[in-house]
């Protein structure tokens, strides 16, 4: 039986709080609560190691992640969370190249899947931006967080 736990810990951008299933992280958001970096179960080896690779994408050390994740979604949102997972560090899409890698005829449904990621950061949608090249809205926290993000992939 997967137990479904939580772990904080605080980041450059907020307190992340973690998802986990005991098997893989199923979602990331950044929280108010004042909770202190706390352990994982003791049987969950997934939480350590997110943290972990979390910390060092935030200090510049790492530009992949290789814990597992487990994303539910529609066949379509499965698809575009996976695309995004393809987009290099460091580098920009458009939405509509992201429709069309997907084979997806409508811009606007992709916009709306990619903001309803799960976990952000870790499935890179701050990596898409609109054709004209402004940053738009990220759902994390807002755009402030986007254009850090990116800032922060640019420096390296």
Known sequence: MKLFHNIYFNSKIGMIELTCDGEAITALTITDKKQECKDADNDCTVCPKAIQQLQEY???????????V???????????????????????VSY?????AVNCKSVRAVATIVGKNP???????HRVIRKSGVIGKFSLVGPEVKEFLLELEKNQ
């Open 58 to 68: 935030f200090s510049g050390l790492r530009t992949e992640f290789d814990f597992p």
């Open 70 to 92: 487990k994303l539910n979604g529609s066949v379509l949102q499965t698809d575009v969370w996976k695309y995004l997972q393809e987009i290099p560090y460091g580098k920009t």
């Open 119 to 125: 976990v952000p950061i870790i499935v890179p949608c």
């Open 96 to 100: 509509s190249e992201v429709a069309s």
